[in-house]
């Protein structure tokens, strides 16, 4: 009677063993990251069209920051009052939305 009762708890001692293991989750994250290459420029460098824009667009703006990539597209870090934010023009002067 022993035996049996001892093979019993060994059994469902066994079973119990197996049913407790975690499942292994495996989780990928990707990350893209998309830039255009801009470098810093000093701003005597900026075209002046550039600066006619700026000043029709927003007269009290200043900018902070230019840079140029590749493409001569310029990136410019503003401030208009107490907002800050950045701008992306040709060399024309004409505006890019990105």
């Known amino acids: 009677m022993k035996n049996l009762f001892l093979s019993a708890a ?3 001692g066994g079973l119990t063993s197996f049913a407790s293991t975690a499942p292994i989750t495996n989780t990928i994250v990707k990350t893209i990251v998309v830039s255009d290459e801009y470098t810093e420029i000093k701003l005597e460098e900026l075209p002046a069209p550039i600066a006619e824009a700026l ?3 927003y007269p009290t703006a200043v900018i902070t920051k230019a840079y140029k ?3 001569s597209e310029y990136k410019l870090d503003v401030t208009v009052g107490d907002k800050v934010g950045n701008l992306f023009a040709n060399a024309d002067g004409s505006w ?3």
Do not use: G, P, R, S
Request: net charge positive.
């Open 55 to 57: 000043k029709k667009a």
């Open 10 to 12: 060994i059994v469902l």
């Open 69 to 71: 990539n590749e493409k």
């Open 96 to 98: 890019i939305k990105k």
